[in-house]
């Protein structure tokens, strides 16, 4: 297992050259700021894997859309909401697996996939900016603080535990309003789709009152919806 290297642990836009390796999962949305453990056995992204590794570590989480099944070993059809992520450590096994940490670095649109000749799915991508929109600024620190707190109310705890542990003092930290959208985004038991729906969303406020909504306390009247039911957290490894 390589040692974490917080000199990695950042993104660098201006080197980044449009075009990034493709994971498609049908399970998994992943999202900016929060990381997750994958396990990598398909001989197509263990080459997407090296590939990573020998050059900037980058890989783009993709959504395989509804009916992808049928078609599961060839190109099945994607969802155009990605999250370009960066392996921060990773063990190789001896049979040739791996276990990784993908730490997520940024939202993007998937563009359109680029011939490489290789076994794994590359795609050129736009990146997508957050956003924080000047009306919702006078009431953005009470937003937060609601969130932040029915965040911590909706969390499910690990099995065994009596707290969440680890999200809870991240929570403590006071995190921006957007790293706290992604981080209750990634680890509340949501649906997939408005998972989805929650990485397109670039405007902060905007995914703070989805998540609201979610939970039942509609953001100054905006209509409420079921909460889902309840799920396991912190992730396991998701397999590919």
Same mark, same amino acid.
């Given at each position: 297992m390589l040692p974490w290297n917080t000199d990695d642990l950042t993104f660098d836009e201006t080197r980044f050259k449009g075009v990034a390796r493709l994971f498609p999962l049908p399970d998994l949305v992943m999202f900016p700021h929060v990381m997750q453990p994958l396990h990598i056995f398909e001989p197509r992204y263990r080459e997407m894997l090296n590939d990573a590794l020998d050059s900037d570590g980058l890989i783009a989480m993709s959504i395989l859309a509804p009916g992808w099944e049928a078609n599961y070993e060839g190109k099945p059809r994607l969802l155009p909401q990605v999250c370009?992520?960066?392996?921060?450590?990773?063990?190789?096994?001896? =049979?040739?697996?791996?276990?990784?940490?993908?730490?997520?670095?940024?939202?993007?649109?998937?563009?359109?996939?680029?011939?490489?000749?290789? %076994?794994?799915?590359?795609?050129e991508l736009?990146?997508? =900016?957050?956003?924080?929109?000047?009306?919702?600024?006078? =009431?953005?620190?009470?937003?937060?603080?609601?969130?932040?707190?029915?965040?911590?109310?909706?969390?499910?705890?690990?099995?065994?535990?009596? %707290?969440?542990?680890?999200?809870? =003092?991240?929570?403590?930290?006071e995190l921006p309003l957007a790293v706290l959208t992604d981080l209750a985004s990634f680890a509340l038991p949501l649906d997939a789709g408005l998972k989805c729906r929650l990485l397109a969303e670039c405007n902060v406020d905007r995914r703070a009152e989805l998540l609201l909504e979610t939970l039942g306390k509609p953001w100054k009247g905006i209509p409420a919806t079921?909460?889902?039911?309840?799920?396991?957290?912190?992730?396991?490894? %998701?397999q590919n």
């Open positions: 370009v992520g960066k392996v921060v450590t990773h063990q190789r096994l001896e =049979d040739g697996r791996y276990n990784i940490m993908l730490l997520g670095m940024r939202r993007a649109r998937l563009v359109s996939e680029v011939a490489t000749g290789r %076994s794994f799915r590359t795609a736009e990146l997508l =900016d957050e956003t924080y929109p000047g009306e919702g600024e006078a =009431d953005r620190a009470e937003l937060q603080a609601v969130l932040c707190r029915e965040f911590q109310q909706a969390l499910p705890l690990p099995p065994g535990a009596k %707290s969440p542990g680890p999200v809870q =003092d991240l929570l403590a930290a079921p909460a889902p039911a309840a799920a396991g957290f912190p992730p396991r490894f %998701s």
